[in-house]
């Protein structure tokens, strides 16, 4: 789970972490009384949606002006021109895609006297099961570019969770830094926080970028996106409330209401399967065929009737869909029970896409004949490879 950057600096803040002064605002009205209660004279007005980029976004309507999602204010009335170009308008990023993200809240944050931009965040290291920092001194909007180009520059220092944190990493990450004087001391601690809060909070991500040096010498985290283990959610209520549904794609929303595990693709192959190594396996598959996945749906080991046609509704209703593919192999999951989903979900929808069903495991025959009495047009498959032979030809075909 994601949230905006308002909310991360606030949760940094109950740790200790130097942030700047600042207030969300959904009304240009909001966003002047908070400008009015910050010291200024220079003010940021920041567009608060879940995407990388701002400060180079574009606008998609004409009114809003052409200076990004990240502006500087020297004026309340600046504040409030800001506030006004960019409620309500469409915003493009290079993480958004050409549809853009509609910016419905800002943040309105104090100006800082920038010396330097640093880069720094935090992560779970899948390789070393440990949670790493990558530190870099080209901070700023370009990481990407400094990544690729100049790797040289980013440094990794991983965090045994056995010991947990000691002083030296903070120096280790200090010096990658090249940070002097008190400055170090600073970083120890502020990497002290930062790890704290990362495992407190159960955090995958922790982003600061930039990281700043003002020109008095104080670190401070002009920028902070956090993304939250959803599966550690429950132990975070005040976590979860702070979600942003608006943000996310519908049917992903739709589908965390009953537990189902689906991101929406750029294909044209609607795919339903249990087990996520399986799903995987089924999106391989469709491209070696010659087209593209339309989403990865996993469904669990033990789903329900209901919840089978609850997936089927989800996918259909992604217009881009021109072919479904159902690759189940029942194990804890009945066959049977499958075949009762997609036919209950079939005949309430009139599904009109090819539809090619391959079952196997437990109560497969009985899952079979229930496709095969149910009247509907679906199509058996014996095997993945004949599966993914057969719905790639359909959509082929109806083109």
């Given at each position: 789970?994601?949230?905006h950057?308002?909310?991360?600096?606030?949760l940094l803040?109950?740790y200790?972490?130097?942030v700047?002064?600042g207030?969300p605002a959904?009304t240009p009205q909001?966003a002047?009384?908070?400008a009015?209660?910050?010291p200024?004279?220079?003010w940021v007005?920041?567009?608060q949606?879940?995407?990388?980029?701002r400060?180079k976004?574009?606008?998609?309507?004409?009114?809003?002006?052409?200076k990004?999602g990240v502006?500087?204010a020297?004026?309340?009335d600046?504040?409030?021109t800001?506030a006004?170009?960019m409620l309500?308008?469409t915003l493009?990023?290079a993480q958004t895609?050409?549809?853009?993200r509609?910016v419905?809240?800002?943040?309105?944050?104090?100006?800082?006297?920038i010396?330097r931009?640093?880069?720094?965040?935090?992560l779970?290291?899948?390789?070393?099961?440990?949670i790493s920092?990558?530190?870099?001194?080209?901070?700023?909007?370009d990481i990407?570019?400094v990544?690729?180009?100049?790797?040289?520059k980013?440094?990794?220092?991983?965090i045994?969770?056995a010991?947990?944190?000691?002083a030296?990493?903070g120096?280790?990450?200090a010096t990658?830094?090249?940070?002097?004087?008190?400055?170090?001391?600073q970083?120890?601690?502020?990497?002290?926080?930062?790890?704290?809060?990362?495992?407190a909070?159960d955090?995958s991500?922790?982003e600061?970028?930039?990281l700043?040096?003002?020109k008095?010498?104080?670190?401070?985290?002009l920028?902070?996106?956090i993304?939250f283990?959803d599966?550690?959610l429950f132990?975070?209520?005040?976590?979860?409330?702070l979600?942003?549904v608006?943000e996310?794609d519908?049917?992903?929303?739709?589908?965390?209401?009953y537990?189902?595990?689906?991101?929406?693709l750029?294909?044209?192959i609607?795919c339903?399967v249990?087990?996520a190594?399986?799903?995987?396996?089924?999106?391989?598959?469709?491209?070696?065929y010659g087209m593209?996945?339309a989403?990865?749906?996993?469904?669990?080991?033990g789903?329900?009737?209901?919840?089978v046609?609850a997936?089927?509704?989800?996918i259909?209703?992604?217009?881009?869909?021109?072919?479904?593919?159902v690759n189940?192999?029942g194990?804890?999951m009945r066959?049977d029970?499958i075949?009762e989903?997609?036919?209950a979900a079939?005949?309430e929808?009139?599904?009109k896409v090819?539809?090619v069903?391959?079952l196997?495991?437990?109560?497969?025959?009985l899952?079979k004949?229930i496709?095969a009495?149910?009247?509907l047009?679906?199509?058996?498959?014996d095997?993945l490879?004949?599966a993914?032979?057969k719905i790639t030809?359909?959509?082929r075909q109806?083109r």
């Amino acid at each position: 789970m994601n949230v905006h950057e308002y909310q991360a600096k606030e949760l940094l803040r109950h740790y200790g972490v130097p942030v700047a002064q600042g207030a969300p605002a959904f009304t240009p009205q909001e966003a002047v009384a908070a400008a009015e209660k910050l010291p200024g004279p220079v003010w940021v007005v920041k567009a608060q949606i879940h995407a990388g980029g701002r400060g180079k976004g574009k606008f998609k309507e004409a009114d809003a002006g052409d200076k990004g999602g990240v502006r500087l204010a020297r004026s309340i009335d600046e504040v409030k021109t800001s506030a006004e170009q960019m409620l309500g308008k469409t915003l493009v990023t290079a993480q958004t895609g050409p549809g853009g993200r509609t910016v419905k809240r800002l943040f309105i944050e104090d100006g800082c006297d920038i010396a330097r931009e640093l880069y720094l965040s935090a992560l779970v290291d899948r390789a070393t099961s440990r949670i790493s920092f990558i530190a870099s001194t080209e901070g700023g909007m370009d990481i990407e570019k400094v990544a690729h180009d100049t790797p040289d520059k980013i440094i990794t220092l991983s965090i045994d969770p056995a010991s947990g944190y000691s002083a030296f990493h903070g120096r280790k990450v200090a010096t990658a830094l090249k940070l002097t004087g008190d400055q170090i001391d600073q970083c120890v601690k502020l990497i002290g926080q930062l790890y704290a809060a990362f495992v407190a909070q159960d955090m995958s991500l922790l982003e600061i970028n930039p990281l700043v040096v003002t020109k008095a010498g104080k670190l401070t985290c002009l920028d902070a996106k956090i993304n939250f283990e959803d599966n550690a959610l429950f132990r975070h209520k005040d976590v979860a409330v702070l979600r942003d549904v608006e943000e996310e794609d519908p049917a992903e929303v739709e589908a965390s209401k009953y537990d189902l595990n689906y991101v929406k693709l750029d294909g044209q192959i609607g795919c339903m399967v249990n087990g996520a190594g399986l799903a995987m396996a089924t999106m391989d598959i469709i491209k070696l065929y010659g087209m593209e996945p339309a989403n990865f749906l996993d469904v669990g080991g033990g789903a329900s009737k209901e919840k089978v046609a609850a997936a089927f509704k989800i996918i259909l209703s992604d217009r881009s869909v021109q072919g479904i593919l159902v690759n189940i192999f029942g194990g804890i999951m009945r066959c049977d029970i499958i075949a009762e989903g997609v036919v209950a979900a079939a005949k309430e929808m009139a599904i009109k896409v090819p539809l090619v069903v391959r079952l196997e495991g437990t109560n497969v025959d009985l899952g079979k004949q229930i496709l095969a009495q149910s009247g509907l047009k679906i199509i058996p498959a014996d095997n993945l490879a004949d599966a993914a032979k057969k719905i790639t030809d359909e959509v082929r075909q109806t083109r």
